[in-house]
Structure formats: structure tokens, C-alpha cells
């Protein structure tokens, strides 16, 4: 009859019989993780967040709900967390992690759920991420951008992704400035696409003075690239062809996180060209076996740092990485079907070029052993490259996500409203509460005891009744938001207050009483 009766029953069986079942569900669970910064491991932090991320996108009811466990982690993690991380190297694929799963948490209803007290200098996961968007800022790893050895891609991929999250969370805040967040976005991706490096290898023999990065797009010929310059995609003095192509995953997450920050999407034909010969250079060095090939080539220099020639072809992927167990990065880890077709235009297969692989990945490639390890915390292949590629870069821009604002938290258009209808003689508050911003979800209640916080009971706090037709259409829709909340048993005699939270970032509101409010 009542969805609180259905939940209670949920959790007496899960806390008898379910607890194991919940560690294998639910990756914040694992043992490996750490809801706490880790010391001098920022691999293992970004496994963290990428774990948070996969809970926060697996939402449920309470007590089975990752996305309720994921609030609660990375509440914890932000909590714990130097300000000084947001401004290291390549912070800003973090700090997209967070604000994506925050947003995922927030479609569920747990985005402003915190447990009073809050613990020590904290206050609520609004305030947490207030505090990453003041401390994030753009750090080169490599030193000035040029094209010496790395373009500093990778820094703007993951500044492009960073602020259009950070927008999409400010956009729902309802703040001014997020035409300004967006442009710091676009910014990022226009830096991104400007130090592509294109290589005419003719003009190299003629003059390798002038550079590996040595040519325009004009030379790249057109949609069809016809003509003498291909994309080298050049990391750590070396062609990577998967760098380049990886790196696009991230720029599908901006498009995503600008979607939802409400600004337009668009690629120049400049870039269009660009994206279109990333994704021939992976054709281009992969087999039939979907395998990189040992042709890609690694420029030399002389005594002085000069690149003046090529030394011998390398291996297009590192064969020798222990953490991939002999495979590398496969090809087929990058799900780009979505964003291509989109927003570049299907790739297809080149004239001329191999057709052994294209950008169609199939489900049953790369989701477990021996491609990710998602058990694995200090490994490059555990959950937050995972949610990078995978989550962010496909799963987020697939059709049926992609501008589907039901995955996101919605708009802070409305307080949150209703009334503490009094106390029973049995101990159980009563009442109704809602946050018109979201009608189908719940709002969270605090109740006081002649002003001390009662405990929260997750058997009650979280379990609502169906409502009546005229409180609904107060809220907007929806059709549960009475409350019924057992006391403890001290505070009887006691004056009882009550607040609901607003559901995303707005402050508390009081509940007046309508009745006899002790017991």
C-alpha cells in the first residue's frame, strides 16, 4: 500500500542477509577504495573518482543505491582533499569525473543528503564542489605547449571536459556566469584541436629544422584527406596514435557537460577535418586483428635537442607494459560511434586505408579482463580511465542519454515547501514535504528535539507515503510526499521541529507545525 513499508521490508533483508551482495554491487564498496585522499597518489585517487562515478551512474532504491554511496564518498573524498590537487597536471580529468557523477547523483535525489553534523570545517557536496571550482586551474605537464614532443593536448582535452561540467553544475545552480564557463570550455577545445599536429613528411626531409608539426589542415586535403599531410600525434617524442584518438572520448564529454550547461555545440570544418584524420591515423597503424602495428615513427635528434631526421619505427603501442598483460591500448576502447556521427560525421573507411577496424566498437570488447581491470586501484586500466573512455566518452552521448535531462540534476527553480502536521502519541512525526524542482523524487527531512538534531533512521528518513491529490498538485506533481519518521524513544516530552532540504543546492526551510508537536 505504501512505498515505506515496501523499503523498511528492502532493508531488514538486506542488513540480515544482503550485506555481501552490496560489497559486489557497488564499487565505493570495494575493498581497495579510499573514500579519503590518498598521499602522493593521484593514479589511485583518479580510480577512486572514476569508481564514484560508475555508483553514482547506478542508482537505485535505498539500501541497495550506489548513487546514494557515491554521494557519501565523494563528499568524504572532496572533503578530504588539498586544494592545491585541483591545480596539478591533468586535474581537469578529475574534476569532470566529479561534477559528472555529481550530476547523476543529483537525478536521484542524493545530491543534498549529507548527514548532520557534517564533520569538521564541511558543510554539504554543494559547498565541496564550491570549493573544486575556486581551486581548479590549468596546469601544463609539459612545460609550454609546442610541438618539441607534446602538444599539451591532454591538458585542454581534460580543461574542455572540467569546465563544461563545471558549467552544467553551475547552469542548474542558476549562476550568471556560466556563458563565461562555457567560453573557458570552448576556449580549452579550440586550444585542443589548434596544437593537433600535422605532419608533411616531404617538407620534413627538406628541412627538419622547421619541425615534426611542420603543416596546416589545407594539407591534410579536405574531408576526403587527399592531400600530402597526415596527423601525427605526438606524445613523449614519438607517434601514439591512440593518444590522439583516446583523446577525443574527452572531447565527447565536453560536448556532453555543454549539452546539459545549456550552450551550442559545434565543431569548425577546420576541426571536423582534424577529428576525421585522428581517427585515419588509428586506421592507418591498426591490422585486421585489430592489433597496432610497429611502424609508427619516432623523430631523432642531435647533441643539441634538434629533431633532424627519423630514427628507426617503434611499436605503435607499448608491447611491455605489465599493466596491460600484453595488449595496449586496443582500439576498440574507444566508443566513438555516438560522437562522430554527431557532431564530426562518420568516418567510414578511407580510401586507400586498411579497413580492419573502425570506430563501431561491439559491447563485448573491452568490458572486463584482460582490457580494464575495475578491481584494480593502482593500475592505468582501473575504474577512472574506464570512465573516461567509456562512461563519459560513450555511454554519456549515447541517443538515449545524451540530452535527457531526467540523468541530471534538475534546474534550483524552487524552495522546497510543507508542514510538520504534528506528532502521534506512538512517537512517529508526520507530514508532507516536496521540492517542486523534482515532484517525482523526495526531499530529505531533519528533525530537532528542543533544538538537538534527532539521528537519522535510513528506515524512515527515506521511505514516503503516497500523497494526496492536493498536496501533489502543490508540489507540482508527483504522487509521494508524506512523511512518517519513528522517534527515539529520549525524545519524548520534547518539542519537536522539522526542515526539509531543498533538493539540490537552496538552504533549508522550516516546516511550521499544524498540531500537537510532543508526544
Not at 557515491?70 to 591533468?90: G, M, R
Not at 627538419?208 to 576526403?224: E, I, K, R, S
Not at 527515506?462 to 498536496?471: K, P
Amino acid at each position: 500500500m505504501f512505498r515505506s513499508i515496501t523499503r523498511v521490508a528492502v532493508l531488514m533483508l538486506f542488513c540480515t542477509v544482503a550485506a555481501g551482495e552490496a560489497m559486489a554491487v557497488c564499487k565505493t564498496q570495494e575493498l581497495d577504495f579510499r573514500s579519503t585522499f590518498r598521499t602522493g597518489d593521484r593514479l589511485g585517487d583518479f580510480n577512486d573518482y572514476g569508481a564514484i562515478h560508475m555508483d553514482a551512474d547506478n542508482g537505485g532504491d535505498w539500501p541497495t543505491d550506489c548513487a546514494k554511496l557515491a554521494h557519501d564518498a565523494l563528499l568524504s573524498k572532496l572533503q578530504s582533499t588539498p586544494s592545491y590537487v585541483w591545480s596539478e597536471s591533468l586535474a581537469g580529468y578529475q574534476v569532470a569525473l566529479v561534477f559528472a557523477a555529481a550530476h547523476r547523483i543529483a537525478s536521484y535525489g542524493w545530491f543534498n543528503t549529507a548527514t548532520e553534523p557534517y564533520g569538521p570545517g564541511s558543510t554539504r557536496l554543494s559547498d565541496e564542489l564550491q570549493e573544486v571550482i575556486n581551486a581548479y586551474s590549468l596546469t601544463h605537464h609539459a612545460g609550454a605547449c609546442g610541438m618539441t614532443g607534446n602538444g599539451c593536448l591532454d591538458d585542454y582535452a581534460g580543461q574542455a571536459a572540467a569546465y563544461a561540467w563545471i558549467a552544467a553544475f553551475k547552469k542548474k545552480r542558476g549562476d550568471t556566469d556560466v556563458p563565461t564557463t562555457l567560453t573557458a570550455s570552448h576556449t580549452a577545445m579550440n586550444n585542443f584541436f589548434n596544437y593537433v599536429c600535422i605532419h608533411d613528411r616531404a617538407e620534413y626531409n627538406a628541412n627538419p629544422a622547421g619541425g615534426v608539426c611542420n603543416d596546416t589542415t589545407a594539407d591534410l586535403g579536405g574531408w576526403n584527406l587527399t592531400g600530402p599531410a597526415k596527423v601525427f600525434s605526438f606524445e613523449h617524442e614519438q607517434q601514439t596514435p591512440h593518444y590522439g584518438l583516446g583523446l577525443m572520448t574527452t572531447i565527447a564529454s565536453a560536448f556532453a557537460g555543454v549539452k546539459i550547461g545549456g550552450g551550442d555545440l559545434w565543431l569548425s570544418e577546420d576541426q571536423k577535418i582534424k577529428a576525421r584524420a585522428i581517427f585515419r591515423e588509428v586506421q592507418e597503424h591498426t591490422n585486421a586483428s585489430f592489433e597496432y602495428t610497429t611502424d609508427c615513427k619516432k623523430p631523432s635528434k642531435d647533441a643539441n635537442g634538434v629533431f633532424n631526421g627519423f630514427a628507426a619505427d617503434v611499436p605503435c603501442k607499448d608491447f611491455n607494459d605489465p599493466n596491460w598483460y600484453g595488449r595496449g591500448y586496443d582500439p576498440r576502447m574507444y566508443h566513438l560511434e555516438e560522437f562522430y556521427d554527431t557532431f564530426v560525421g562518420t568516418p567510414g573507411v578511407i580510401s586507400g586505408i586498411p579497413s580492419g577496424y573502425t570506430y563501431r566498437s561491439d559491447d563485448t570488447c573491452c568490458t572486463s579482463y584482460p582490457y580494464w581491470r575495475l578491481d584494480r586501484y593502482d593500475s592505468n586500466w582501473g575504474p577512472g580511465r574506464y570512465t573516461s573512455y567509456v562512461d563519459q566518452g560513450w555511454k554519456f552521448v549515447e541517443p538515449a542519454n545524451y540530452g535527457n535531462t531526467a540523468r541530471y540534476m534538475p534546474p534550483d527553480a524552487n524552495q522546497p515547501r510543507g508542514y510538520l502536521d504534528g506528532v502521534t502519541s506512538q512517537g512517529h512525526a508526520y507530514g508532507w514535504a516536496c521540492d517542486a524542482d523534482a515532484p517525482n523524487s523526495w526531499v530529505k527531512i531533519d528533525l530537532y528535539a528542543n533544538g538537538t538534531k534527532v539521528a537519522d533512521d535510513h528506515q524512515s528518513q527515506y521511505a514516503w507515503w503516497s500523497s494526496e491529490s492536493a498536496v501533489n498538485q502543490l508540489c507540482g506533481g508527483g504522487t509521494a510526499h508524506r512523511f512518517q519518521i519513528a522517534l527515539p524513544s529520549w525524545t519524548k516530552g520534547l518539542s519537536i521541529t522539522a526542515k526539509t532540504r531543498d533538493f539540490t543546492f537552496g538552504p533549508d526551510v522550516s516546516l511550521p507545525c499544524l498540531g500537537t508537536c510532543t508526544w
